[in-house]
């Protein structure tokens, strides 16, 4: 079992940057792929960025450059820091943790919101 606890959300304007951490808990953090999705209003979630256990990366196009995932396996934390924020950013940012089988070993915190507006 995993828990994870997000924190860093709020609002800023456009241009702006934010940094979202989660705190891992529970089990053997440096076995999880991490993950950040998002969902915003009507919208469907969506994967926002992800790293693998070994440290690999990958981003959705449209945060490329302004994103950038980390993970701190000594503290059980991974974060995400936001730059050049825009207002289609705007969502619930959630955190999820995985591992296979991902049946049994797939977690999810509670979600933070990030608003950008002007």
């Known amino acids: 079992q995993v828990q994870l606890v997000e924190s860093g959300g709020g609002s800023v304007q456009p241009g702006g940057s934010l940094r979202l951490s989660c705190a891992a808990s529970g089990s053997i953090f440096s076995l999880y792929s991490m993950h950040w999705y998002r969902q915003a209003p009507g919208k469907q979630r969506e994967l926002v960025a992800a790293?693998?256990?070994?440290?690999?990366?990958i981003y959705v196009e449209s945060v490329k450059g302004r994103f950038t995932i980390s993970r701190d396996n000594a503290k059980n934390t991974v974060a995400l820091q936001m730059n050049s924020l825009k207002p289609e950013d705007t969502a619930v940012y959630y955190c999820?943790?995985?591992?296979?089988?991902?049946?049994?070993?797939?977690?999810w915190g509670q979600g933070t919101q990030v608003t950008v507006s002007s």
């Open positions: 999820n943790a995985n591992r296979v089988p991902r049946s049994l070993y797939d977690y």
């Open positions: 790293i693998t256990s070994s440290g690999s990366t």
